[in-house]
């Protein structure tokens, strides 16, 4: 009993009419890293947000130390010695660092601010761990990596035993991560135990003692890491049954006519700081583009100046080859370029209206669906149904609100709208992230489909392994540049480093075949 | 499809009476707690509302304005964008469509045209400067709408009892009389209610097409966010701009209705309280264009009846002001507790 | 007419009337601070203040003391700001929507009710409102002497109320929560710090000011209570607020502005004086909208100002 830091027993937790965790056993020994794996929607999130007290569970019970723990809040989990870095960073970004920090760790009791004492104590604590932070800059004056410390110093702050990391990895760069796992070894050293939730099997293999698999709200298993667990176990364990992973396209592009053209592209971000650097690409019409590299190096940015959401400041665009420069959002749309946005639930999906309206956010204003300038609603409704038919939309009707659905079904309606018509531009953000792994391979199938059709894709995505099985070229994006395009179903090794930020040789060649 | 839609909105109906009952018997506590009877106080009310022609008359002299002022609140609303200003924009149409009445000289079936329009056209504008502060500075409309409100007051009180001030009056803070060529004619002999009614009329069918426009889809996807609605292909902040302007040009229309139909000249205090009953219909009516039309129905009939309630009985008219404001409080709190019990529905399902 | 304007005592008095229709903005907006801070909007001041009003009328009536009448006010401040706090806090409600519900409420219960307890009468019922106390030595001074120091002690409290405002703002951990919670809910809770319960907290305080705001304008400003008494009080502190930008001290600028505006103009209607004060009457709220458009430019406003916090969205 002394060897194991938390029990969780039968947790049970309801979102809507959907069980996201389903009577979850789980056991954290101490001194280890537990990396708890599943894909996304397996309710790994759910799990610990209830172990930190951010979720009320419907049912279970969690023991700590052997005895049975009631925590309602965040504040009971801290004091009982439980920390979480959440996958998105908890800051506020118009206060400082150390206010940021001692917002987090306030004494018991404790009523005046002393802000000069605590600022010290935060430079002692940095200095331990040998973290570089300026405690009085402002957190939006932090780089997303430098934020990320700050998070693991205000959670090491309180003094904690158990230390949660959700998706830590997730907007780091290879170096950076290395640089965190090396942080999380020391830790458990000084005894700490930590849980690590993942969707990516390597980085169980190379940090974590142990692993539980969740699936579909359940504890499918749990294994001790060591040589003779392979990815294979792992991924099977984690989706259920053998899935034709190696998805590729079958097609060979052959059209000579360029789609879109991009030279010299330079354009700001919403700091006003440059996110894009002079980038150059072309995409023929049926091929597929895959744009490789970490969140946040421009990539946004890049869809948004695509699709006239955003000002370019130097360069060109070319749609069929018309200079489409400096035209809105609304000239790109009839010009046929469509948009996958990485936001479905903000930008790309009006949560809270059904399915049929959705569908034709884009079109309603033409002759398809309106006459005289009032809306043809039975041509909307019949459309609604032909979408959910043709893309295999799960819902109760095309009245069901898109908020009801699952993510899968969020981006298929998205899918339905962006690809119906066969548009000769596509732009798609990230197209698989948060849906499952069916409705994963439908949507690259989907990609893939269009793409034979003769669209030209632009799929920009995180994930080395869809971009290598879906694309015909590989670009790969760094600060705002493009390092290299290589050319498809090259390995991880040729485009990790690029993703680092070193330029590949002999880039004019590679880029022209 | 139809039949789902039918069954849902029978169910916000319902649930809407629900409220509008469940206000009522709170309402009930508080004349019991005077000492009287409910059902005997509620007697008068219904009594004073609608007994005879004439108590119906004055249910529709409060309904016409209430009604086209709320439906000019809910297209903004709709679209999120919380214009409290109703009553701002309604004291500035008033004040420039009496302008056309009091000093620009045409024939009369002339005026009738340009006096709405230049009460409208006021209501826009100032509904626009909110829209514009909030596009091109990010200022949040309901502080923008709310001191615009007092601004229009202000302006009202200096143009009655300065430029606009009755000459050889009594130094009251009103302006001279609309001739009465160009004012609205009554119904009946005897009868306050006036033609405005049909401008009613009118208004409500136009707003129901509205809705079924490609405008008023816009205006219903600017609600879900103006991220979406740039995405979609449309200028969100020049949606907000003339979803303002539209909302502020009918409660404009309301001035003018109250300066030529009611009133028959700008005075002080012409637009006192509209602005927060438009936006108790508004909600009552679930901001659609039916909803508000029998909202408006009941909410006049409740200041209607409370006033002859007061003269027969010891409650006082406030008991209307009570009664409003517990429909309010109860509307907004149903969403979430129609959630709450369905979550413990689904709960069911999965812990026994 | 000129001459009378310009003379010592039109300025003491008009100077001595500005205080007095400043002090029950200044009570409202320093509360206010607190709640718009933690990401609330109420609109609803204005009813907090009346209902209070009426209680600090009815209690000081029948007790005979006034303090009595003050501290009732103030727990009837709390009590309905409480319904606020339900509201937007643990039912979501669109704050602008719970704030105007809860002023038609509030001008209607204390309306009713005052007249069920005291009936029509032809002369309303007063009391002997709150006496002036003069501060020994300072109020000899000329001018500043008679206007500052001459007045009576919610007054006093109610500047005492602005340095120990900005110290539970800057200074103690309370005011770093209210900060983190209207700044971004979501990172406070995963920091521990319970949303809802400082969100509460920071609502009760702006009805507590409030409430003392209403309880000032029956029982110190008038001695009496009215349907109309408060007129736009509860909307200018909200004004302040913005005006003041969130800061204790401008906060008293702010409504000594308003209070400015509105005592020269009742001073100029005394002497019948016939300058156009209402264009006069407008400038505080124009003032208003730019200092929300500098406010909003520089998106000095609280990230999750009007937007319910709910933990369990996904």
Known sequence: ?513 | MMKRRLRSSISTTWQTAVIVVAALLLGALFIAFAGESPLECYGVMLEGALGSMSRISEIMIKMVPLMIMALGVSIAFRAKLWNIGAEGQMIVGAITSAVVGLYIPLPPWLHMIIAPIFGMIGGALWAMIAGWLRVRFNANEVITTMMLNYVALYLLAYMVYGPMQEPGGYNYPQSSSMAESIQLTPLGAGLRVNTSVFVAIGVLILIILFWRSRFGFTVDLLGHGTKITNYAGLNANRTIIWTMMLSGALSGLVGWIEVYGVHFRLLEGIGAGFGDLAVVITLLGKMSPIGILFASFFISALLVGGATMQRMTAIPYSIVDIIQGLVIVLLITQPMIQQKLQARKARGIYVE | ?314
């Open chain 1, 1 to 513: 009993m002394e060897s194991i830091a938390v029990e969780m027993r039968d947790i049970t937790k309801i979102f809507g009419h959907k069980a996201a965790n389903d009577h979850v056993n789980f056991t954290l020994r101490r001194g280890t890293i537990h990396g708890l794996l599943g894909e996304n929607g397996a309710g790994k999130t759910t799990l610990m947000n209830i172990l930190y007290g951010l979720y009320k569970p419907e049912g279970g019970d969690i023991f700590l130390k052997g005895e049975r723990v009631d925590i309602q809040s965040p504040e009971k989990a801290i004091s009982l010695g439980i920390g979480m870095v959440h996958q998105h960073f908890m800051l506020a970004n118009p206060l400082t660092v150390t206010e940021n920090i001692m917002a987090g760790n306030f004494r018991k009791r404790q009523i005046l601010l002393r802000k000069d004492q605590f600022r010290r104590e935060v430079l002692e604590l940095a200095e331990r761990y040998k973290m570089k932070v300026d405690p009085d800059s402002y957190i939006w004056q932090n780089s997303v990596g430098e934020q990320q410390r700050i998070e693991i110093l205000s959670v090491l702050f309180q003094d904690i035993d158990i230390l949660i990391l959700d998706e830590p990895t997730a907007v780091l760069t290879p170096s950076e991560t290395d640089e965190l796992f090396i942080t999380l070894r020391e830790l458990v050293d000084d005894g700490k135990s930590i849980v690590m939730i993942t969707h990516k099997l390597d980085e169980i293999l190379q940090v974590a003692d142990e692993v539980t698999v969740l699936r579909d709200g359940k504890n499918v298993g749990c294994r001790k890491i060591d040589e003779t667990v392979t990815k294979r176990d792992l991924s099977s364990m984690m989706i259920g049954y053998d899935i034709d992973l190696d998805l590729q396209s079958t097609h060979e592009c052959t059209g000579d006519c360029i789609a879109l053209s991009v030279k010299d592209l330079t354009v700001k971000n919403d700091k006003g700081l440059i996110a894009l650097d002079h980038i150059s690409f072309d995409i023929k019409e049926g091929e597929i583009l895959g744009l490789a590299g970490v969140d946040g190096n421009g990539q946004k940015e890049l869809c948004e100046a695509l699709t006239g959401l955003r000002p370019v400041e130097a360069g060109q665009i070319y749609v069929k080859g018309d200079d489409f420069t400096g035209k809105n959002s609304k000239d790109f749309i009839n010009a046929g370029v469509s948009f996958v946005p990485e936001d479905r639930r903000d930008v790309g999906l009006a949560l809270d209206w059904n399915i049929a309206n959705n569908l034709i956010i884009k079109e309603y204003g033409t002759d398809a669906f309106s006459s005289r300038g009032l809306l043809l609603r039975n041509k909307i409704k019949s459309h609604a149904k032909e979408m959910i038919e043709r893309f295999d939309i799960r819902a109760i009707g095309e009245d069901a609100l898109v908020k009801d659905l699952s993510g899968g079904n969020q981006q298929k309606v998205i899918l339905a709208r962006e690809l119906n018509g066969l548009p000769s531009v596509l732009i798609a953000n990230q197209p698989t992230r948060g849906v499952d792994i069916n409705a994963t391979m439908n949507i690259r199938r989907e990609i893939i489909e269009s793409s034979n059709n003769g669209t030209a894709v632009l799929l920009v995505s995180a994930d080395l392994e869809e971009i290598i099985q879906v694309s015909d070229r590989i670009a790969v994006i760094y600060d705002g540049k493009i390092m290299g395009i290589l050319p498809g179903r090259s390995s991880v090794a040729e485009i990790g480093p690029l993703m680092l930020g070193e330029r590949m040789q002999r880039h004019d060649e590679t880029a022209s075949a």
């Open chain 3, 1 to 314: 007419m000129w001459n009378e304007i310009f003379s010592l005592t039109f300025l003491t008095s008009l100077l001595a009337a500005t205080i007095r229709l400043a002090t029950p903005i200044l009570y409202a907006a320093l509360g206010q601070i607190f709640t718009q801070k933690a990401g609330i909007l109420n609109l609803g001041v204005e009813g907090t203040m009346i209902v209070s009003a009426m209680a600090a009328f009815t209690v000081s009536y029948f007790s005979g003391s006034l303090w009595l009448g003050f501290i009732s006010a103030i727990v009837v401040g709390v009590l309905w700001s409480s319904i606020m706090a339900w509201l937007s806090n643990t039912m979501n409600a669109v704050q602008v929507i719970a704030g105007i519900g809860l002023n038609i409420l509030g001008a209607g219960v204390a309306s009713y009710v005052y007249r069920i307890i005291f009936g029509v009468r032809t002369l309303p019922p007063q009391i002997d409102p709150f006496p002036v106390v003069e501060l020994p030595l300072l109020s000899k001074i000329p001018v500043i002497g008679p206007v500052l120091f001459c007045n009576n002690v919610p007054t006093y409290i109610a500047f005492l109320l602005i340095p120990v405002s900005w110290f539970l703002m800057e200074r103690t951990t309370f005011g770093l929560r209210v900060k983190m919670v209207g700044e971004h809910p979501r990172a406070s809770d995963a920091k521990g710090i319970h949303v809802t319960l400082i969100r509460n907290i920071a609502v009760l305080i702006g009805g507590a000011c409030a409430g003392a705001a209403g309880a000032y304008m029956s029982t110190a400003y008038m001695n009496l209570f009215t349907d109309n008494l408060v007129q736009g009080q509860g909307f200018m502190a909200v004004a302040v607020v913005i005006f003041s930008k969130f800061r204790p001290g401008w906060a008293l600028v702010g409504s000594l502005v308003f209070g400015f505006s509105n005592a020269l103009q009742m001073r100029l209607q005394a002497i019948g004086a016939g300058i156009p004060n209402q264009l006069l009457l407008m400038l505080p709220y124009i003032v208003t909208i730019f200092a929300l458009i500098s406010t909003s430019r520089k998106a000095e406003m609280p990230s999750a100002y009007t937007k319910p916090y709910v933990r369990m969205e996904r």
